[in-house]
């Protein structure tokens, strides 16, 4: 039988990731996801590289490259 679960959105993702993150700067990196989608209301979220992505006007724009004990932000040009 196939899977009958529906695709998450890009945002129940990040959320997911979030949720089941243990990082040590997993404050930090919400704070950031706060500020990114308080800065414009048309931007998105999704997940890229295993880590949340950051979309304005479909093209990606932030991305986290998250590592051990380090997070890196990702500026796409």
């Given at each position: ?48 590289w295993k ?27």
């Amino acid at each position: 039988m196939p899977n009958t679960k529906p695709k998450q959105s890009g945002a129940e993702q990040v959320a997911d990731f979030f949720a089941s993150l243990d990082h040590p700067l997993k404050d930090a990196m919400e704070k950031i996801r706060e500020i990114i989608l308080a800065s414009d209301n048309t931007i998105t979220e999704q997940i890229k590289w295993k880590g949340p992505s950051f979309c304005y006007n479909g093209d990606d724009r932030v991305t986290f490259n998250v590592r051990n004990d380090i997070v890196l932000l990702i500026f796409h040009r």
